[in-house]
Nanobody, 114 residues
Framework: QVQLVESGGGWVQPGGSLTLSCTTS????????MGWYRQAPGTLERELVA??????TNYVDSVKGRATISTAIANTVLLQMNSLKPEDTAVYYC?????????WGKGTLVNVSS
């Protein structure tokens, strides 16, 4: 059974930093692309923030230079974000995808405000 459990969200002031963690189980890491998506308040779509597969990373333009995704720790996907902006406020979701199959966590809220 696949499980993705996010943690690390919360309130942070603009300019601050945060590390989100996704604990995974039932995932064969070498065949899944692991990623973080976010859904801003009042929107219906989830936006890809970053993903990683076999060491190759991909970031949405709005977080390039401010975010780092890592799978260096076993069964964990980390997303470190720096210089946070109010527009980073969203529910952040962990995702695992392979061959059209998608698994999602329940999300963790990040609120960037003063």
């Amino acid at each position: 059974q696949v499980q993705l459990v996010e943690s690390g969200g919360g309130w942070v002031q603009p300019g601050g930093s945060l590390t989100l963690s996704c604990t995974t189980s039932g995932i064969i890491r070498r065949i899944f692309t692991m990623g973080w998506y976010r859904q801003a308040p009042g929107t219906l779509e989830r936006e890809l923030v970053a993903d990683i597969f076999d060491g190759a990373t991909n970031y949405v333009d709005s977080v390039k230079g401010r975010a780092t995704i890592s799978t260096a720790i076993a069964n964990t996907v980390l997303l470190q974000m720096n210089s946070l902006k109010p527009e980073d406020t969203a529910v952040y979701y962990c995702n695992a995808k392979s061959g059209g199959v998608n698994f999602w966590g329940k999300g963790t809220l990040v609120n960037v405000s003063s």
